[in-house]
């Protein structure tokens, strides 16, 4: 239970978006062709410009095992439709009561459907629509998620990565109704994006130092976790992923952005822990 002398603030927590985000936040425009959950070949998913995207929420090899897995042994680890989860993955006041057992005050919160940093709008072929996704998004985690707990979240909304002037205007907006971070990505060039030295960046860093958000860069958001070896398991890129965040802190200070933008704050999100940086650290 929570203590009054003692309040975490998690940094790195995650939300499964429930089934009515989009339909009922987007722009009504678009409402017959917003993501809605389905149900294919025994699972549940997101139905989008016909592009199948299961549900997939990890749980644990010690106490989250779901059904059998392809050897037969039980080892299936991802949940595949929504009560196969714990309701504090997808409804907020069950989150609190989970925060609230777990001693935890105040979350962060990242996108799962949409990825971390929001890069799964990238593939829309209809930009249009993408843009109204992402608007979408913001709005129900600033207008229903966070408003629901305003002292228990840190509400932090994501942009229209494809267009730096949509993006600028999207951070003003988000801006105004409350939030107080912008979802971004650790490294743009692996995922075809301008790289940060371009100068591409600058209206987005300039709009964040703005309106004194934080850019929130989540390990991974881009360019994947370094792997040793094709035998590596995947808990050795969690172990290494602090070098995730030195390379996207170090292209950021040798790309002159931030010096060009000394107000500007980068958030670099790796294992639970933060790190604030610009470039008067």
Known sequence: MLRDDVQPVSVDD?????AHVF??????????RAPRIVERDHAQGWLWEDRFYPLLF???????????GESGRGDDLYARRYEDMIPAAYDVHE???AMDEDGVWAELVFP?????GGTQFLQAD????????VRAWNDWMLDEWCVAYPDRFIPQTMIPLWDTQLATREIERCAAKGAKGIIFVENPYPIGLP???TGHWDPVFAAAADTGLPLSMHIGTSSGLLSPSPDATPSVGIALCGINSMSALGDLIFSGALEAHPNCKIDLTRSSSRSNCSSGI
């Open 112 to 116: 799962t459907f949409p990825r971390f």
């Open 14 to 18: 995650h939300v499964v978006e429930p």
């Open 58 to 68: 990890q749980g644990n090899a010690q106490t989250r095992k779901f059904r059998e």
């Open 95 to 97: 989150r609190i009561r």
């Open 195 to 197: 790289s940060f030295p």
């Open 23 to 32: 339909v009922d936040h987007i722009d009504p425009k678009f409402r017959d």
């Open 126 to 133: 209809d930009t249009d629509l993408a843009l109204a996704m």
